[in-house]
């Protein structure tokens, strides 16, 4: 069993930065799939960013491509998100997840998750 913490959120202007932590505890980390994803009020939660156990592999959704920037420090448990150039439309929860199965877009393949936590970017 795997627990995941989400930290780092917070309400920013734009063009602003944010970086987000997850930090898991109860297994180690280092052989999962990590994954960022976000829901905004009315919308279905979507894929924003992932990266796989070894750090060699990370993808990320369109809309945050060249501003989002995940990363993983395996020794410490964490995974990053460091968000810069935030827009307005990117105000939304953001959740952490692990996949036993290795990174990927998609909520299905993700086994455990944390409770989110909440940025919110004013224009």
């Known amino acids: 069993q795997v627990q995941l913490v989400e930290s780092g959120g917070g309400l920013v202007q734009a063009g602003g930065s944010l970086r987000l932590s997850c930090a898991a505890s109860?297994?180690?980390?280092?052989?999962?799939?990590v994954g960022w994803f976000r829901q905004a009020p009315g919308k279905e939660r979507e894929f924003v960013a992932a990266?796989?156990?070894?750090?060699?592999?990370?993808s990320y959704a369109d809309s945050v491509k060249g501003r989002f920037t995940i990363s993983r420090d395996n020794a410490k448990n964490t995974v990053y998100l460091q968000m810069n150039s935030l827009k307005p439309e990117d105000t939304a929860v953001y959740y952490c997840?692990?996949?036993?199965?290795?990174?990927?877009?998609?909520?299905?393949?993700?086994?455990?998750w944390g409770q989110g936590t909440q940025v919110t970017v004013s224009s």
């Open positions: 997840a692990a996949s036993v199965v290795g990174r990927g877009s998609s909520a299905d393949r993700y086994n455990y």
């Open positions: 109860g297994r180690t980390f280092s052989g999962y799939g």
């Open positions: 990266i796989s156990w070894n750090d060699l592999i990370t």
